[in-house]
């Protein structure tokens, strides 16, 4: 009116709910990034590409062993701290990344901790980009893995040293796993074999030999049983697994093998699993049986020809004679010791000093031939 009051008013009403929305919804975006932040065990990382900015966690930096405030927020900071070994490759799979030359981002490296010490990540990331093909923004995280690259580490070293082992052996390795809900005895149970099984059994060289069955089917008939009970016996009742036994071979004979293992049982007492190693002993086997067969034809012919057999150990200095020998002066197998004395009191006494001094030349290396005539006295001793 005339006295200057206004007496009308007018404006505008703009529908903004759909603002609201979007804000509250990045505001509620927001909130929940940096929960996840905050209650990630990885370190996040965040990367403006345009100005080189970098968002740093906290958690990323402590990984590193720094306090928030000691880590500048730019790209250098990240690239400085890469293992030089390392840098080139990392760098190259990331320039291959944003140039969408490689589907992802995903690299295992080594960074240098605040105090010089390395320590394995895995890290991943994600990027954005223009419609010209323009990266714009880069975001991701960092996982250790530095304890899981130790053992990764420590199982190679060992594996290394194993195969080694096997390849610097002369035994041949086994390996068997019983099978989930079968006993240890089932046929498909498998078998583990070093290289040198192939050779010992003549096999081709894709011919199958992995599975207990076929360990079994080559057993030698008398064998079979033996070895059996004895595996048997250390699986039930712990007992030291040492069999000898033979196998039969693509050539068609059978080889002598010493057998040897140890199971491994889980917290039911159930066995898991068994290894050991394979000895091919056929030429000890065949050496004891030729000496077991010269001694019984010599203990045949000392037999019919009344002659004992007697060994002086020069260094323990005991005295040994065979049945034979112990027959001529009466005694049985289980009799007399090895006192040289006892034997030399056996000699009739005109006879002694010539036992003597024969004995006494052979002892002192004067003579390595002992040739005379003795009597004895036939007396329990």
Not at 37 to 61: A, L, M, P
Not at 226 to 254: C, M, W
Not at 303 to 314: F, I, Q, R, S, T
Request: negative net charge.
């Amino acid at each position: 009116d005339m006295k200057g009051h206004p007496f009308r008013v007018a404006g505008t009403v703009l529908d903004i709910t759909e603002r609201k929305r979007i804000e509250d919804a990045l505001r509620a975006s927001e909130e929940r990034w940096h929960l996840a932040v905050r209650g990630s065990n990885d370190g996040i990382w965040d990367w403006n590409i345009q100005t080189g900015e970098v968002f740093f966690s906290s958690r990323w930096k402590a990984m590193r062993g720094f306090e928030d405030s000691e880590i500048r927020n730019d790209v250098d900071e990240w690239r400085s701290r890469i293992h030089p070994d390392d840098l080139e490759r990392v760098l190259q799979s990331l320039d291959a990344y944003l140039a969408k030359q490689a589907q992802e981002f995903c690299e295992e490296y080594r960074v240098y901790r605040k105090d010089g010490s390395c320590m394995w990540i895995v890290d991943r990331g994600v990027a954005l980009w223009a419609d010209d093909g323009t990266p714009l923004r880069m975001a991701g995280s960092e996982t250790d893995i530095t304890a899981r690259k130790g053992t990764e580490k420590a199982l190679e070293e060992s594996e290394e040293r194993f195969a080694l082992a096997v390849m610097g052996s002369t035994d041949i390795l086994w390996d068997a796993h019983r099978l989930r809900g079968e006993p240890w005895y089932a046929p498909d149970t498998p078998i583990w074999w070093s290289p040198g099984v192939q050779e010992l059994l003549d096999l081709a060289e894709s011919e199958p030999f992995q599975t207990l069955e076929q360990w079994a089917v080559r057993l030698h008939p008398e064998d079979k049983e033996r070895v059996f009970s004895q595996l048997t016996a250390h699986i039930d009742q712990k007992v030291p697994y040492d069999a000898e036994y033979r196998l039969r071979t693509n050539r068609g004979d059978y080889r002598w093998i010493r057998g040897r293992g140890q199971a491994i049982w889980d917290e039911d007492g159930e066995i898991r699993r068994m290894s050991g190693s394979c000895q091919d002993i056929t030429d000890r086997k065949r050496a004891d049986e030729a000496l077991r067969k010269s001694e019984e034809r010599y203990a045949r012919a000392t037999a019919v020809g009344k002659v004992g057999v007697w060994e002086l150990d020069m260094t323990t200095g005991k005295y040994h004679g065979d049945t034979n020998l112990k027959g001529l002066f009466g005694y049985v197998e289980d009799e007399l010791s090895t006192d040289p004395d006892v034997w030399h009191s056996l000699v009739h006494p005109d006879d002694q000093a010539i036992a003597l001094d024969h004995w006494q030349q052979i002892v002192s290396g004067e003579s390595d031939n002992c040739n005379y005539e003795l009597r004895d006295r036939k007396s329990v001793v």
